[in-house]
T-cell receptor, first 116, second 115 residues
Framework: AQSVTQLGSHVSVSEGALVLLRCNYS??????LFWYVQYPNQGLQLLLK??????LVKGINGFEAEFKKSETSFHLTKPSAHMSDAAEYFC??????????????FGTGTRLTIIP | GAGVSQSPRYKVAKRGQDVALRCDPI?????LFWYQQALGQGPEFLTY????????KSGLPSDRFFAERPEGSVSTLKIQRTQQEDSAVYLC?????????????FGPGTRLTVL
């Protein structure tokens, strides 16, 4: 079975400061890993994904994440926070060996607040 | 439309009523997923279709939940005899097909409130 753990249900950072959202995974096989963002009353939008290529993944809106197998982590970062980054962020994992059924297992989410 | 659409966006049901939630995936997308997102939680997988075939329904919480996709496009999630614990946002996602670069596109969800 696969799972992800997101440390910190709420994170607050000042505008312009570094954003760091933590995600650790558990998987019996090399996983695919994802970060999604959810704005109020909207669906989930993919920020970035790791699919066993480069371990440092760059996504949209200036976000990036690094896959660290030794730490079983896939933390999301952004050098400088903008007010528009305020949202709920979800880390997710899928099993690449489950051909044709790439269902996602999500963490419980981290609500990011940006302080002006 | 360009994205995944879901209807209704909001549904209030009395306990014991049946409800039907609709998902219109992106045209041409082969895979379709339903997820349930309880308040303050991450989405949880319910069921998966590849075209009209329901290949995985392991996440459906009880036999009151039923999903179909008869023509391989629009899908309906039906909940019979709704209970208060069914209150959640139901998300639908579609993807073109399984490839290493695949992406699931999510709809805005249907917020179900059972009184």
């Amino acid at each position: 079975a696969q799972s992800v753990t997101q440390l910190g249900s709420h994170v607050s950072v000042s505008e312009g400061a570094l954003v760091l959202l933590r995600c650790n995974y558990s998987s019996s096989v090399p996983p695919y890993l994802f970060w999604y963002v959810q704005y109020p009353n909207q669906g989930l939008q993919l920020l970035l994904k790791y699919t066993s290529a480069a371990t440092l993944v760059k996504g949209i809106n200036g976000f990036e994440a690094e896959f660290k197998k030794s730490e079983t982590s896939f933390h999301l970062t952004k050098p400088s926070a903008h007010m528009s980054d305020a949202a709920e962020y979800f880390c997710a994992v899928s099993d690449p060996s489950s051909f044709g059924n790439e269902k996602l297992t999500f963490g419980t989410g981290t609500r990011l607040t940006i302080i002006p | 439309g360009a994205g995944v659409s879901q209807s209704p966006r909001y549904k209030v049901a009395k306990r014991g009523q049946d409800v039907a939630l609709r998902c219109d995936p992106i045209s041409g997308h082969v895979s379709l997923f339903w997820y349930q997102q309880a308040l303050g939680q991450g989405p949880e997988f319910l069921t998966y279709f590849q075209n009209e075939a329901q290949l995985d329904k392991s996440g459906l919480p009880s036999d009151r939940f039923f999903a179909e996709r008869p023509e391989g496009s629009v899908s309906t999630l039906k909940i019979q005899r709704t209970q208060q614990e069914d209150s959640a946002v139901y998300l639908c996602a579609s993807s073109l097909e399984w490839t290493e670069n695949n992406e699931q596109f999510f709809g805005p969800g249907t917020r179900l409130t059972v009184l």
